[in-house]
């Protein structure tokens, strides 16, 4: 296509001189091939811009097209310890029963997800979920989080009476935490740095 800096500078509401420049980086690094006319210059993406455009869309469509259900692999790893904590907490335990139909074991399955299902998890986080509301207990207050139906599988064993939770605060992006009314680690005869796969449903009784 033809572009002129200038052109460029006026859609990106920034100065000529940033719209120059803004060009010259994605030639240095690329993603577009530059070609002197009269006027201004010939831009043609090549196919690294092409690829990161793709990835792009890919993962806002997961953010913000509905699906009824995200499928994501993570490593298996020990926790703080604080999951069982929290989780038994009388307070949470009678919304749990309410919505899921069940107690969960006091602890939660902590799942690192690698790099790639970032994407995926953030449409998670941005899906609405069963709500857990909040509460305050001895002086102390326990925010909300979010509840999604899923299921956990290992290379032989599945289990799908199991959740998602997903606090309102949370300080580990790429961490997951599932409960179940059964101790997930024996169940599936799992073990720290093993991979496990979960399916999440999103769409909302």
Known sequence: VHVSSGQLAKELDVTQQSGARYLLELADRGLLERRLVRGGQMVR??????????????????????????????VLETGLGEGGYYISRNGYTTQFEALLGWTPYEGTLNLRIGEAGVPELEAIRAADGKLVEGFSEAERTFGRAWLFPASISSNNQSESQCALITPKRTHYRR??????????????SATDGQELQVTVQLARD
């Open 45 to 74: 993406l090549l196919q690294p811009a092409r690829d990161l455009l793709r990835r792009e869309f890919a993962d806002y469509s997961l953010i913000f097209d509905a699906q009824p259900e995200i499928t994501l692999k993570g």
């Open 175 to 188: 961490v997951i935490e599932l409960i179940s009314p059964h101790y997930l680690r024996d169940l599936l």
